[in-house]
Nanobody, 111 residues
Framework: QVQLVESGGGLVQPGGSLRLSCAAS????????MGWYRQAPGKEREMVAI???????TYADSVKGRFTISRDNAKKTLYLQMDSLKPEDTAVYYC?????WGQGTQVTVSS
């Protein structure tokens, strides 16, 4: 059973930072592609960042230069470091892998 548990969301002011974590189990973490996705109010879920097993990464244009995806294979944890946050980053952030999703963690960027 694939399990993905996100944490680290919260309320932050514009320009601030947050680090999201996704604890994974139920699959071979080290060789599987994982990613962060988000869904803002009134919008469809979108890809934010993808991490492939070989260390290759892909980012949405809207977050390039501000967000960094990384993974710790020993801890089976995926991270998303979010810097220079903007109000438009407000969304529920989901961890995805093996066609599965976590429950999401709310990120709110507001002054």
């Amino acid at each position: 059973q694939v399990q993905l548990v996100e944490s680290g969301g919260g309320l932050v002011q514009p320009g601030g930072s947050l680090r999201l974590s996704c604890a994974a189990s139920g699959f071979i973490f080290s060789i599987n592609t994982m990613g962060w996705y988000r869904q803002a109010p009134g919008k469809e879920r979108e890809m934010v960042a993808i991490s492939r097993g070989g260390g290759f990464t892909t980012y949405a244009d809207s977050v390039k230069g501000r967000f960094t995806i990384s993974r710790d294979n020993a801890k089976k944890t995926l991270y998303l470091q979010m810097d220079s946050l903007k109000p438009e980053d407000t969304a529920v952030y989901y961890c995805g892998a093996m066609s599965s999703w976590g429950q999401g963690t709310q990120v709110t960027v507001s002054s």
